[in-house]
């Protein structure tokens, strides 16, 4: 009963080491193929992955994250959202301080276009309020990406296309200020979209930053849009 009962715990662990062992090498397969994936899966490195010395711990334990360009739990992440819908998993894994100063970052945003609708009088004020408190967030949210490339090890480089990036969406902030309070929030619109766009193709922002960007930036841009669409329809 004993040798039946390791015969049957070692016929688990090889069933699970073989599934593993083929779902991984199908990401990889499957990733590789993406057209323009920002990780660039090569064959040779596919290879690398699929070798049985160790990878399941590698990977599980994390260490392979941070073993040269080739980051194992980088491309797993994003594949991983994608298929198992992790929006909120990935969510409620946020470090606490961030979850709760990024929704608290976004209560003026809310508040604000709350007020425009219940207190019409005041719409030029309001409308002068949510303009700047849009413009310091965007601004911030291209400051992001500066500040990550100052590590030596971070995988974003301070190139021309980093750091050029990083500097536009305060120039957006800049632009929409100048601006009359609705084509200015328009703007403003426009600015949050396109910093969403651009921390959604960067591939090495951990998963619960994306998720939280995508919740901040969702309550962002509808409530700068409620408010321009009071202005324009008042």
Known sequence: MHSGCKFNMAAVRGLTWDKTHHFLRGCCVLTSRIPGNARGISQEKM????????????AISGSLCTQGPFK???????MSSQSQGSFLVDLKS??????????SGAI????LATMAFISP???NLIAHAQQAYGACILSFLGAVHWGYTLPKTSELKPDWNTLGYSVTPSLIA???LLMNPAP?????CFGLAVALWKDLKTSCFPSWYIALR?????????????TAAVLYFQ
Not at 95 to 103: D, N, T, V
């Open 121 to 123: 009088e005041h719409l």
């Open 94 to 103: 946020s470090p606490s301080s961030a979850l709760y100063l990024g929704f």
């Open 214 to 226: 995508k919740a901040l930036s969702t309550l962002a841009v509808t409530s700068v849009g409620l």
């Open 174 to 176: 800049w632009l929409s």
């Open 47 to 58: 290879h690398v992955l699929t070798s049985e010395h160790g990878l399941f711990r590698k």
């Open 184 to 188: 200015g929030l328009t703007t403003l």
């Open 72 to 78: 194992v739990m980088s491309f797993l992440r994003p």
């Open 108 to 111: 003026p945003f809310c508040s």
